[in-house]
């Protein structure tokens, strides 16, 4: 007897099928549409912050509302965008790429998304009068342990809910990728987007429970009259600081891991060739997120640590641009002399390639504690990681979203449209976060709502606030072009790149069982062997 809807695709499903799915593909677009959403709310909350600058002086709001738009700004950026559309991304395509018909715990998969879902729920309450929490993303002590800073709470509620789910997906894939590869693939032969990934989730699992254990101590602290971190009562916020950051710089890796996955997949594909030097790519994706977790104590030069300790840090904050180094050269081998084919998504690797380009160019000087010294807490820092995360893993997120369109929708999307997005993007955001770097070199402060009416200041302000809107105006073109393709575009083909990587050698979209038989492939496949595709054009059974 057939069973009705099995063929159904995944767009298909009625909304008592979207809230109760296991199938990692429904799990994926429910993390991605999410992800946007608050990505969409950050980047409003972003321009509400760039309208206040725009001029010295008070214009929209106060201090605490600065401050409130700041802290909705950081965390939904850092933990909704930066990590969490990574739960698109891995969920859609990792049993795609392995010959899996689903992850390896479909339950604990749909547990984590609404665990995510959850603290998506608490994060839009943080909105209500009442309940802004106005202690940035950081939450530092004492400050956070203030009334000012909101209700702690909250925040603490948020982050374990995050973790919670984190950790929930973590696991999940980690496994996934273990123990479902199809016969003939090996972790040799596995995507470097999948390397990536599973770096990522290991970062995860060993560096999620020290946040949890920070925002756990913050929260006895604020209302169970323990002194972890009150220094009145002999605590220590540098403690916050360390535990804090022992997360949260290797979260900077979490964010980027996959991006760098995404940057080779595109880079392979459009050049028609093999990943220069792979087999050092995977030891760098290791090697960065191994020195990830030892270079935590540069964040806090500026704190009282001892000289040795800023040494021993600079070193290793120097130390990780090394296995980045190689990417970066690796990346540049594989375009000499590549086919290159310039379509949208390639743009978008390019651009992204660029921008991660000067954003770890100005990582290294501040790596060094005299010139870290100088510009701490400046808008030079700000612009610095701008660059790295806001545009390097934006860009390469939003060409991995016109990579896969076809494989997820059927449909084509409008060049046209998704390279007149780019180009404001380009515009927009080097107009906006270049001339950081400048009016940070002058002097001027991060998270200040006002400034002195320095001339040159007001006018590189002036300009980074219109650089803001028309990166704005960029990354709407973009989105709005996939939207609209979805609805109106072309019918794609099921391989319109003409990769050799599993999940293109599918229907497009998807089935819901993903692959009729798991397959076995054969000793000459690869993912980036584009000769073997044109001998073979669909799976081996």
Known sequence: MAVAGVHKPWFGATLKEWIFTTDHKKIGVMYGITSIIFFLIAGISALGIRLE?????????????????????????????????????????????????????????????????????????????????????????????????????????????????SLASAINLVVTNLSMRAPGITLKKMNLFLHAFMAMNVIQILGVPALAGAVTMLLLDKYFNTAFFDPTRGGDPILYQNIFWFYSHPVVYVMILPAFGLISEMIAT??????????????????????????????????????WIR?????????????????????????????????????YTLSALFMFLIGGLTGIPLGLPAFDIAVHDSHFVVAHFHYVLGMAETLAVLGGFYYWFPKLTGKMYSELWGKVGLVLIMIGSNLFYFLQFIVGLEGMPRRYADYPAIESWVVLHQLQTIGAFILAIGVGVALLNLFLSAKFGK?????????????????????????????????????????WLKKHKQLPH
């Open 491 to 531: 019918k794609a083909s099921d391989n319109p790149w003409e990769s050799p990587s599993l999940e293109w050698l599918i229907p497009s979209p998807p089935p819901p069982h993903n692959f009729d038989k798991i397959p076995h492939m054969p000793e000459d496949w690869d993912p980036y062997n584009y000769e």
């Open 53 to 165: 600058l725009f001029q010295p002086g008070l214009q929209y709001m106060d201090e605490d509302h600065y401050n409130q738009l700041l802290t909705l700004h950081g965390v939904l950026m850092q933990f909704w965008w930066a990590v969490g559309i990574w739960g698109s991304f891995g969920n859609f395509l990792l049993p795609l790429m392995i010959g899996a018909r689903d992850v390896a715990f479909p339950r604990l998969n749909a547990l984590s998304y609404w665990l995510f879902f959850a603290a998506s729920v608490m994060a839009l309450l943080t909105l209500l009068p009442g309940s802004h929490i106005r202690m940035m993303w950081t939450g530092y002590p004492p400050f956070s342990l203030n009334d000012n800073a909101g209700p702690v709470a909250f925040y603490a509620l948020i982050i374990h809910l995050l973790g919670a789910a």
């Open 311 to 347: 040494i021993v840090f600079s070193y290793t904050t120097v130390l990780i641009a090394v296995p980045t180094g190689i990417k970066i050269f690796n990346w540049i081998g594989t375009l000499y002399k590549g086919s290159i084919r310039f379509t949208t998504p390639m743009l």
């Open 270 to 307: 459009f050049s028609r060739r093999e990943i220069f030097g792979r087999t050092s790519m995977i030891f760098a994706i290791w090697g960065i997120a191994i020195l990830g977790f030892m270079v935590w104590v540069h964040h806090m030069f500026t704190s009282g640590v001892p000289d």
